[in-house]
């Protein structure tokens, strides 16, 4: 398992010996010492299987895999890093698109959110803008994820959480997601509150949001 | 009364219990309880009809909404730096780009500024908060509070400014000469000139937009 050590908030860093691989969002790389290698990686360390459905699902932001002896550097658009240990008990959901590094020793797939799953879950990420197909981390290891601006935790226990699809990066934990449409005539004319599309989340756990409903590119 | 709360710099949490609060149109990042989101109509911000023509003429429009409900709202806008400012029966003068949400006692209204802000990228027009209750406006980076005393004016530039509140009279500072018209100029061609006794609220950068002299 390769360790990370964040160095502000918009940098960290990674030690990977032999043996141990990183993947990466492509082109995050800041800087390294030591020898590494970067490979192109279509699959993202899912299956054939997951890497169809990785394409279906829109969720293709281009990974790579850093490997070899060597201490790396990432960071992406100068946006605010935050590092979520898995400790194999529960799984993370997070947007691949606020995904930067997640340790080889994770199992990765993809998942779609809404319920239902099929053409109308794709319907509804065109909607919200979201994709709303998203990678599913598991295992022991530690995985990166981005954000704009710093990232909030609200635990998941209880009530409901209802989140922006626009703000949402990741969750951890057994928790039940629904997209909630409240669109009324108000939206179909312009003039909606902008808060049509809502994440309702229940069960246990932790949602990590983004205090910005900015896209990461 | 709402309960508004800051979770670090840039996110603000707000308890209701039956109550509402106004808050930027989409600034909703989550919310837990619950809680309905309704854009308020055009002559919601106050004046009536009148009040909408004002707004719409202006261009500070505002585009709130109303948060009713019981649970907690998450707003954020941006990744901007929010602050909190109470008001107990004065007026705050705020840029309405500046606005993020408001609690129930206070009332918003257009006051023109005449020609100066057409040039300076500030807008035709301000928005006066008056009331009792909290306000929560958005800065990008760490607001900077400037104390205005009789005698000590204080100049600031239109791009960086965000609010006032006191007993200020404010005039527009040209300083334009054949540098500017050349464009050599220093950057720093108009400022607002704030005088009496009050407080000026900056941010520590330059919205764009105006002319750029």
């Known amino acids: 398992m390769a360790t990370l050590e964040k160095l502000n908030s918009k940098m960290v860093a990674a030690q990977i010996n032999h043996g141990e691989q990183v993947f990466a969002r492509k082109g995050a790389m800041l800087s390294y010492t030591g020898e590494v290698n970067f490979i192109p990686s279509t699959t993202g360390g899912a299956s054939i299987g997951g890497f169809v459905g990785r394409i279906v699902a829109g969720e293709n932001v281009p990974l790579m895999i850093a490997q070899g002896q060597g201490n790396v550097l990432f960071g992406h658009g100068g946006y605010q890093v935050k590092i979520i240990q898995l400790d194999g008990a529960n799984s993370l959901t997070v947007e691949a698109d606020k995904l930067l590094i997640y340790d080889g020793s994770l199992t990765a797939g993809t998942q779609f959110l809404a319920q239902g799953g099929g053409v109308r879950a794709l319907a509804q990420g065109q909607m919200t803008g979201q994709g709303l197909c998203t990678t599913v981390l598991s295992g022991v290891g530690n995985a990166v994820v981005m954000s704009h601006g710093p990232v909030f935790e609200i635990p998941i226990g209880g009530g409901e959480v209802a989140v922006d699809p626009q703000a949402y990066i990741g969750h951890v934990g057994a928790v039940d997601v629904k997209l909630d449409m409240n669109v009324s005539w108000r939206d179909a004319v312009g003039k909606g509150s902008g808060e049509a599309f809502q994440l309702k989340m229940t069960g246990n756990g932790t949602v990590y949001v983004q205090a910005s409903e900015r896209k990461i590119k | ?213």
């Open chain 2, 1 to 213: 009364m709402p309960t508004f709360r800051l979770n670090g710099t840039r996110l603000l949490e707000v308890d209701i219990a039956g109550e509402s609060f106004r808050a930027l149109n989409g600034s909703m990042v989550a919310y837990t309880g619950q809680v309905q989101f309704k854009k308020q109509g055009a002559t919601a911000g106050g004046g009536g009809l009148f009040g909408a023509a004002k707004r719409k003429l202006s261009g500070e429009s505002v585009s709130l909404m109303d948060c009713t409900g019981q649970g907690t709202v998450y707003i954020a806008n941006e990744a901007q730096e929010i602050n909190l400012i109470e008001l107990a029966g004065e007026t705050l003068f705020v840029e309405a780009s500046n606005l993020v949400a408001l609690s129930s006692g206070v009332q918003t209204e257009v006051k023109f500024n005449g020609l100066r802000g057409m040039t300076t990228g500030q807008g035709l027009a301000t928005t006066a908060a008056s009331g009792n209750g909290t306000l929560a406006i958005t800065t990008d980076g760490p607001a900077i509070v400037l104390e205005v005393a009789p005698g000590q004016p204080l100049c600031v530039d239109p791009q960086a400014y965000v609010a006032h509140k006191g007993q200020l009279q404010q005039d527009f500072i040209q300083d334009v000469n054949w540098r500017t018209a050349i464009g050599q100029g220093s950057g720093e061609s108009f400022q607002l000139r704030f005088q009496g006794q009050g407080i000026v609220y900056i941010q520590p950068a330059e919205r764009q937009g105006g002319i750029d002299l």
